[in-house]
């Protein structure tokens, strides 16, 4: 298990650079050609903390969003989550693979705006029970199950 110690993993607070995402997406990768490799079934619940303070993201995501470096953190996850679909279509078995995106809650608030997210119109966020902090969006995606679009 890699987990995120703030003593232990270096995150550069000024630039915002850390590649705890990568270490991340590659454990998941391992975890899930070992899985197939022995032909056992396997939960993944692969938790990335790259948008919660202090927001980071890896050197080649630094700077590439419109959104400051909490942009970065998402269009690093983002593509994280591309590779571990693509590494499932590869493997041969992403139409045996239920994939279930979501958050755990609404922005946190309090970091906003520059390490926090947005809720639109709903009230509040983080750590409350209104329509922001309770709705989140969520993607399901299990190819020949569930159709695109829908």
């Known amino acids: 298990m890699v987990g995120r ?3 232990d993993f270096k995150i550069d607070l000024k630039t915002g650079e ?3 995402t990568q270490l ?6 391992d975890f899930i050609s070992k899985q197939q490799a022995s032909q056992q079934p396997f939960f993944l619940y692969w938790a990335i903390d790259a948008t919660h303070a202090p927001v980071y993201a890896s050197k080649q995501f630094l700077g590439t969003s419109q ?3 909490y942009g970065d953190a998402v269009r690093e996850i983002d593509d994280s989550i591309g ?4 590494h499932l279509q590869q493997l041969g078995i992403s139409e045996n693979t239920f994939v279930f995106f979501t958050s755990d809650n609404g922005a946190a608030l309090i970091s906003a705006p520059k390490q926090g997210g947005s809720n639109g119109p709903f009230l509040c966020g983080k750590q ?3 329509e922001g902090g309770m709705r989140e969006p969520a993607i399901a995606w299990w190819p020949g199950h569930i ?3 829908g």
Do not use: D, S
Not at 24 to 29: F, G, S, T, V, W
Not at 83 to 86: F, Q
């Open 5 to 7: 110690y703030y003593e």
């Open 18 to 20: 850390a590649n705890l």
């Open 24 to 29: 991340y997406l590659q454990e998941a990768l």
């Open 67 to 69: 959104r400051g470096l």
């Open 83 to 86: 590779k571990i679909l693509k």
């Open 128 to 130: 409350t029970t209104f």
């Open 147 to 149: 159709p695109a679009g």
